[in-house]
T-cell receptor, first 111, second 114 residues
Framework: NAGVTQTPKFRVLKTGQSMTLLCAQD?????MYWYRQDPGMGLRLIHY???????AKGEVPDGYNVSRLKKQNFLLGLESAAPSQTSVYFC??????????FGEGSRLTVL | AQKITQTQPGMFVQEKEAVTLDCTYD???????LFWYKQPSSGEMIFLIY??????QNATEGRYSLNFQKARKSANLVISASQLGDSAMYFC???????????FGTGTRLTVIP
């Protein structure tokens, strides 16, 4: 009964380092999403995917890249981390619509 | 453009009382969906309730109900008989035809007082 799983849950990076967040879902959902959550701003969409091999930009895509090589996985990459990318990142999936299921979040700190 | 507004940054309610969390939205689309999610201190996003724009009845899920007033473009969440475990952040969100994501409000932090 895993649903949506994000790894890692916590990460501290130095400015300029790179990292990848992994999202895995076991519900055979077509759509997957990456959001970031910052204080007072709700959740904002970074990138999303409507199926294996597809990706699209969301509201705040700059500084991030994504890949969806397998239907169940959606990777979020930071090539050169910046302090402005300190945030809590949420992955979500949906059938495609309308109900979204979220992972537990990944807290990233960039020093 | 679609916009979701939650004007109450924080709310307090006495245990066992009812509370209403406000949400207004702005869209020119006729077909859309409205959601409420709960985010406890542990951080996960928990789906509470959904209302479609063409649904004639207000949605209810246990102690949660959605007061949908289409003409006023509001979708307030009503929690009856508040419990200490209801203390959390609550987000209103919407989607619309052709959209591939949810648009979120900024959230309301609810604190239930014993």
């Amino acid at each position: 009964n895993a649903g949506v799983t994000q790894t890692p849950k916590f990460r501290v990076l130095k400015t300029g380092q790179s990292m990848t967040l992994l999202c895995a879902q076991d519900m055979n959902h077509e759509y997957m999403y990456w959001y970031r959550q910052d204080p007072g701003m709700g959740l904002r969409l970074i990138h999303y995917s409507v199926g294996e091999g597809t990706t699209a930009k969301g509201e705040v895509p700059d500084g991030y890249n994504v890949s969806r090589l397998k239907k169940q996985n959606f990777l979020l990459g930071l090539e050169s981390a910046a302090p402005s990318q300190t945030s809590v990142y949420f992955c979500a999936s949906s059938y495609p619509a309308p109900l979204m299921f979220f992972g537990e979040g990944s807290r990233l700190t960039v020093l | 453009a679609q916009k979701i507004t939650q004007t109450q940054p924080g709310m307090f309610v006495q245990e066992k009382e009812a509370v209403t969390l406000d949400c207004t939205y702005d869209t020119s689309d006729q077909s859309y969906g409205l959601f409420w999610y709960k985010q406890p201190s542990s951080g996960e996003m928990i789906f509470l309730i959904y209302q479609g724009s063409y649904d004639e009845q207000n949605a209810t899920e246990g102690r949660y109900s959605l007061n949908f007033q289409k003409a006023r473009k509001s979708a307030n969440l009503v929690i009856s008989a508040s419990q200490l475990g209801d203390s959390a952040m609550y987000f209103c969100a919407m989607t619309f035809t052709g959209a591939n994501n949810l648009f979120f409000g900024t959230g309301t932090r609810l604190t239930v007082i014993p």
